[in-house]
């Protein structure tokens, strides 16, 4: 079975701290992972996937299979980075199994 | 592209009422989800529609049912609508094929049942 778990209900960091947001899953293939963002008052936005190895709004994820994570990273956070995030792994089923989720705070 | 679109936006009915609420995917979007989102349970997966076929299916009572019509609009149903649904329903689209998981999501509809 798909799992996915954040262990921080809520992250709380200073503008400019290094941010790292955790996540860990569990899937016996070849997983796809993604990380969401939703801001307040949006709507539920992909952030970055795994298999682009992009870096967005400065944050870069890399996966790490052999400790099944998927860590998100921002080396200097800023206050618009406030928001809940997803973690979401894709696998056999087609539908991403999401976390549940991390609330970041960033104070100024 | 359109985004996907929820609608109504908000919505208040009474304990025993059913209620329908609606889901247009973006344009060539053949996969239409649906997700339950509170502050105490974070977002549950409700079911996945595919092709006008029910493709997965969450933990949900048969109180919340769905459909999907062949132009990929879909809708969901609560009948019987109780306190405990109240909450934030969440529609999202996506391609529906093999490694293509990340979805697109809509702005949600309101639900507070009273």
């Known amino acids: 079975a798909q799992r996915v778990t954040q262990p921080e209900k809520l992250l709380s960091v200073f503008k400019g701290a290094p941010v790292e947001l955790k996540c860990n899953y569990s899937?016996?293939?070849?997983?796809?992972l993604f990380w969401y963002v939703q801001y307040s008052r949006q709507r539920l936005q992909l952030l970055l996937r795994?298999?682009s190895r992009e870096s967005i709004k400065g944050f870069t994820a890399d996966l790490n299979k052999g400790e099944t994570s998927f860590h998100l990273k921002k080396p200097f956070a800023q206050e618009e980075d406030s928001a809940m995030y997803y973690c979401?792994?894709?696998?056999?089923?087609?539908?991403?199994?999401f976390g549940r989720g991390t609330s970041l705070i960033v104070h100024p | 592209k359109a985004g996907v679109t929820q609608t109504p936006r908000y919505l208040i009915k009474t304990r025993g009422q059913q209620v329908t609420l609606s889901c247009s995917p973006i344009?060539?979007?053949?996969?239409v989800s649906w997700y339950q989102q509170t502050p105490g349970q974070g977002l549950q997966f409700l079911f996945e529609?595919?092709?006008?076929?029910?493709?997965n299916k969450g933990n949900f009572p048969g109180r919340f049912s769905g459909r999907q019509f062949s132009n990929s609009r879909s809708e969901m149903n609560v009948s019987t609508l109780e306190l405990g649904d109240s909450a934030l329903y969440l529609c999202?689209?996506?391609?529906?094929?093999?490694?293509?998981?990340?979805?697109?999501f809509g702005p949600g509809t309101r639900l507070t049942v009273t």
């Open positions: 979401a792994l894709g696998g056999g089923s087609y539908i991403p199994t």
């Open positions: 344009s060539g979007h053949r996969s």
């Open positions: 899937y016996s293939g070849s997983p796809e």
């Open positions: 795994h298999i």
């Open positions: 999202a689209s996506s391609s529906g094929t093999a490694k293509a998981y990340e979805q697109y």
């Open positions: 529609y595919f092709s006008e076929t029910q493709r």
